[in-house]
């Protein structure tokens, strides 16, 4: 999987490199998207529920989704 490959299946939107990508697909594919971060030196931003009001990072064990920028 190339870094094209998601972005046609997952639109980029707010200048992100890609959209949401659900986090059961991130967990089918880690091995390749993990290889498609460190190639693109992208960042992996994880989103879902806030930890406590405020917050604007959510943890990785509550995300329902993850972008690459």
């Known amino acids: 999987?190339?870094?094209?490959?998601?972005?046609?299946?997952?639109p980029p939107v707010n200048g992100y490199k890609t959209g949401r990508i659900p986090i059961d697909f991130v967990?089918?594919?880690?091995?390749?998207i993990k290889q498609i971060v460190k190639d693109n030196k992208l960042r992996r931003f994880y989103r879902g529920p806030r930890a406590f009001r405020g917050a604007t990072d959510t943890h990785k064990a509550d995300?329902?989704?993850m972008i690459l920028a």
């Open 27 to 32: 967990n089918s594919h880690i091995s390749e």
């Open 63 to 65: 995300a329902v989704a």
């Open 1 to 10: 999987m190339t870094l094209q490959e998601l972005q046609a299946l997952f």
